[in-house]
Nanobody
Framework: QLQLVESGGGLVQPGGSLRLSCAVS????????MGWFRQAPGKEREAVAC????????NYAESVKGRFTISRDNAADTVYLQMNSLKPEDTAVYYC????????????????WGQGTQVTVAS
């Protein structure tokens, strides 16, 4: 059974950091491009970051460039999102997603999704 499970969310003060993890099972991470998306209340789901199969290329939303870093460990079947200098506007449910295609900001191009983890940035 294909499964993606996010963890690492929580409540953090502005300027703080969190590291999200996405553990996959039922398939090998090595065959998938991976993305992180987020959805804030009342807003559409938006792409945050993406990493290619080998990890050699990454893409970021303009709003998180320089603050967030996506990485992957194919041997451990886990993808990470290191989030630094967090802002209140980063508050959202964060989802990881897998695609056999290339990096895309379109959520419809992703084949598998996790259940999400809540990130709240507030003082």
């Amino acid at each position: 059974q294909l499964q993606l499970v996010e963890s690492g969310g929580g409540l953090v003060q502005p300027g703080g950091s969190l590291r999200l993890s996405c553990a996959v099972s039922g398939f090998s991470l090595a065959f998938y491009t991976m993305g992180w998306f987020r959805q804030a209340p009342g807003k559409e789901r938006e792409a945050v970051a993406c990493i290619t199969i080998g990890g050699g290329n990454t893409n970021y939303a303009e709003s998180v460039k320089g603050r967030f870093t996506i990485s992957r460990d194919n041997a451990a079947d886990t993808v990470y999102l290191q989030m630094n200098s967090l802002k209140p506007e980063d508050t959202a449910v964060y989802y990881c997603a897998a695609t056999v295609g290339v990096c895309s900001v379109e959520s419809l191009r992703y084949d598998y999704w996790g259940q999400g983890t809540q990130v709240t940035v507030a003082s």
